[in-house]
């Protein structure tokens, strides 16, 4: 009888999105919280950077968008990335937070101020300014955003 391989120490990554939207005198408008998809290139990504193959950056910039076609594990993009209103993608403040384990979240975290109307529907993790790889990316119901308006957006990867 074949001795069956005992599993153990199984890692995982999850993550969320935290969106909060705030008037131009500080008051909330919106706040949501929404279940992201790690993409397969952002798998990929992330084991190239455990072990030091590859070339691949950290994951430290946010971006927004308008695109509506559902998320998908071979997403490598946004489907319509915002470039104006002051929602052009952004080098975000990285720190690490506690979920379950010390450290053992990634959190990314940017205010952008926001100059025109948009409806964002869209927001992924990327390791560039331009282009670079996606590590995450969800689709979900419009957050409307007018002149004025604050968008927060924290990003978080956990560990497990």
Known sequence: MEKKEKKSGNI??????TFTVRDKDGK???????????????????ASRCNGS????AFTYLAVGTGTT??????????????????????????????TKTNDTAKLDHTWSVTGTKAVTEAGALNAGSSGTLLGRQVFSA??????????????F???
């Open 143 to 156: 957050i409307n955003v007018a002149n004025g308006d604050s968008l927060q957006l924290t990003y978080e």
């Open 54 to 57: 590859g070339s691949e950056a």
């Open 12 to 17: 995982g990554i999850s993550g969320k999105m």
């Open 28 to 46: 909330v408008k919106d706040t949501r919280i929404i279940k992201n998809l790690i993409v397969d290139a952002g798998l990929a990504g992330m």
């Open 158 to 160: 956990a560990m497990s």
């Open 70 to 99: 559902a998320a998908n594990a071979s997403d490598t993009a946004l489907g319509t990335e915002i470039t104006d209103s002051g929602l052009a993608r952004t080098s975000a403040t990285c720190t690490r937070t506690t979920t």
